[in-house]
């Protein structure tokens, strides 16, 4: 067996010497997610008008969408459940609902990962205030 | 002469981390016999196919996969789409090949990856890797994810390209053109790769022909066979690249086919970018599909992928039948182990670059009545029922468990 090229070796060696590590040391130093990746959802109470297409298209069944009367919604999503596809964004016809890049969601409790939007306040208890 | 001495390799994680198991007739250090037994990964995916909406059936096929998504939902769709009767727009056709072609370059980063870990070249894994992700990063920022991309729609894909992504994909291509160059360089000329590769897996023409192995194991026994110019699908009609083939038949071959094939995905790519259409990048397909079924080929990182469909005018499938890469070149697996050293196993079996639960689709029973007297049918119920007996039997009771885990 021949040794190819020592010399490059060597200089490879020695760089690797003092080359940075291509690793970043995550949970210490914050990382950036990638512009236009999908993270956690986003509900637009006042936009949404209860057609429930996200709930139909939903893979997984991670977002129910319930009347809280008045034609007024409020949004569950289980984080748990969501696969962050983007498809409910996508069946959305009042885009109500939007992606956000927010991807740091684990929690301890499986409580927690059920998040819930409120709907809105009711209009008629703002006229009075 | 003493009797050969069977030994089971796996399932739990024999040679790359998913379960297979292996049995394997031993004289000696030579394997005489190989069988594979598969089926340890079954999800029932098919089956949960037709319980959801076509929609839904999209983003569920993607998950058969980890690392060629992309290939089986364009399979799912372009069959959708064709007993829709569909015309893709071109923006879409271009946009579903620009991401095929990443994903092939990062699967087969990967894979030169995994195969320099079974060879115990632990250095071109971290070189490999690092260099996969430069193209994770561009499909993060295409699709949205790094895997599992979701860019596919039914009738087109679901997010457009801007100049300034056409730009960092140009500039990427040429960085990840250049590593490339070097792993090149590198297979021609590192002793210790070329003498560990050689004259392992050793597969004939003929023998590739007999078994119906597909993808880069096929190509590199010298038979040019790839859907992308046999049954052009997306692009790649109007788009110029070579088959890239290699007669070495061994793993050293299928080496130099993928580290070909990554250069003309780089190709294929800067093809893409250049003459992207412009256009709409989506029509709109009704939620019900008319009755009809459809055969869609791709060409996956791994080799021919096969989907088919039946529709029944309803909004969900009435049949979905997936065939992976791997199921196709499983049984040149135990071909090229027998008669070889054991030593060589982790090697030949990742040289397939093999997707074992992408590969477990259905289960046939055969002769269920006939002359296996143990061998019966049953449903589902039962089969959970005698699962509860028999582990009571065991001493093991689960009803507390059931009770605690309850919604």
């Given at each position: 067996m021949k040794m190819t090229r020592p010399g490059k070796m060597i200089s490879m060696v020695l760089g690797s010497l003092f080359k940075k590590p291509l690793t970043t040391k995550y949970p210490y130093v914050k990382s950036k997610p990638i512009e236009g990746s999908r993270g956690k959802l986003k509900f637009y109470p006042e936009k949404c008008i209860g057609c429930k297409l996200c709930m139909k298209d939903c893979p997984t069944k991670a977002i129910t969408i319930r009347d809280t009367g008045d034609k007024r919604f409020e949004a569950e999503i289980d984080l748990g459940k969501c696969i962050y596809c983007g498809q409910c964004v996508d069946s959305c016809l009042k885009k109500a609902l939007a992606i956000t890049d927010e991807f740091e969601l684990a929690e301890l409790d499986p409580k927690k990962l059920r998040v819930i939007f409120h709907a809105k306040p009711k209009e008629d208890t703002k006229e009075q205030t | 002469m003493h009797?050969?001495?069977?030994?089971?390799?796996?399932?739990?994680?024999?040679?790359?981390?998913?379960?297979?198991?292996?049995?394997?007739?031993?004289?000696?250090?030579?394997?005489?016999?190989?069988?594979?037994?598969?089926?340890?990964?079954?999800?029932?995916?098919?089956?949960?196919?037709?319980?959801?909406?076509?929609?839904?059936?999209?983003?569920?096929?993607?998950?058969?996969?980890?690392?060629?998504?992309?290939?089986?939902?364009?399979?799912?769709?372009?069959?959708?789409?064709?007993?829709?009767?569909?015309?893709?727009?071109?923006?879409?056709?271009?946009?579903?090949?620009?991401?095929?072609?990443?994903?092939?370059?990062?699967?087969?980063?990967?894979?030169?990856?995994?195969?320099?870990?079974?060879?115990?070249?632990?250095?071109?894994?971290?070189?490999?890797?690092?260099d996969r992700e430069i193209v994770m990063d561009i499909l993060a920022n295409v699709?949205?994810?790094?895997?599992?991309?979701?860019?596919?729609?039914?009738?087109?894909?679901?997010?457009?390209?801007?100049?300034?992504?056409?730009?960092?994909?140009?500039?990427?291509?040429?960085?990840?053109?250049?590593?490339?160059?070097?792993?090149?360089?590198?297979?021609?000329?590192?002793?210790?790769?070329?003498?560990?590769?050689?004259?392992?897996?050793?597969?004939?023409?003929?023998?590739?022909?007999?078994?119906?192995?597909?993808?880069?194991?096929?190509?590199?026994?010298?038979?040019?066979?790839?859907?992308?110019?046999?049954?052009?699908?997306?692009?790649?009609?109007?788009?110029?690249?070579?088959?890239?083939?290699?007669?070495?038949?061994?793993?050293?071959?299928?080496?130099?086919?993928?580290?070909?094939?990554?250069?003309?995905?780089?190709?294929?790519?800067?093809?893409?970018?250049?003459?992207?259409?412009?256009?709409?990048?989506?029509?709109?397909v009704a939620r019900k599909i008319p009755s009809g079924e459809a055969v869609s080929r791709y060409e996956a990182p791994r080799g021919e992928d096969l989907h088919y469909v039946k529709a029944n005018g309803t909004e969900s499938p009435e049949r979905v039948k997936v065939r992976a890469p791997t199921l196709a070149n499983i049984q040149s697996v135990a071909f090229m182990l027998e008669d070889r050293y054991l030593a060589d196993m982790p090697i030949v079996v990742a040289a397939i670059d093999p997707c074992f639960s992408c590969t477990d689709r259905s289960i046939a029973i055969k002769d269920a009545e006939g002359k296996g007297k143990k061998k019966k049918i049953v449903d589902w119920e039962s089969l959970r029922l005698h699962g509860i007996e028999w582990y009571s039997k065991q001493g093991i009771d689960f009803t507390a468990l059931n009770k605690r885990f309850k919604r």
């Open positions: - | 009797d050969n001495m069977e030994i089971p390799v796996g399932p739990q994680h024999p040679a790359l981390k998913e379960p297979a198991s292996f049995r394997l007739s031993l004289s000696g250090e030579k394997i005489m016999q190989a069988s594979v037994r598969l089926g340890y990964n079954h999800r029932g995916i098919e089956k949960a196919c037709e319980e959801r909406t076509y929609i839904q059936d999209l983003y569920l096929i993607e998950r058969i996969c980890g690392i060629c998504s992309h290939a089986h939902s364009t399979a799912f769709a372009q069959a959708v789409e064709e007993i829709a009767g569909v015309n893709l727009p071109k923006r879409a056709a271009y946009i579903r090949t620009l991401v095929g072609e990443l994903e092939r370059i990062h699967s087969h980063l990967l894979w030169l990856g995994v195969a320099g870990h079974e060879i115990g070249f632990d250095t071109l894994l971290m070189y490999t890797w690092a699709t949205g994810n790094r895997v599992n991309y979701g860019i596919n729609s039914l009738g087109g894909v679901r997010r457009d390209i801007s100049p300034e992504q056409v730009r960092q994909i140009a500039k990427a291509m040429d960085a990840l053109e250049e590593r490339t160059k070097y792993y090149i360089e590198l297979a021609s000329v590192e002793t210790t790769l070329i003498n560990r590769l050689s004259g392992v897996g050793v597969m004939s023409k003929k023998d590739v022909l007999r078994l119906g192995t597909v993808g880069p194991t096929a190509r590199a026994s010298g038979v040019a066979r790839d859907v992308r110019k046999d049954d052009p699908y997306a692009a790649y009609a109007e788009i110029n690249f070579n088959v890239v083939t290699d007669n070495h038949n061994d793993i050293y071959g299928r080496t130099i086919v993928r580290l070909g094939e990554l250069m003309e995905s780089f190709n294929i790519i800067r093809q893409v970018i250049k003459n992207l259409p412009d256009g709409p990048i989506a029509v709109k």
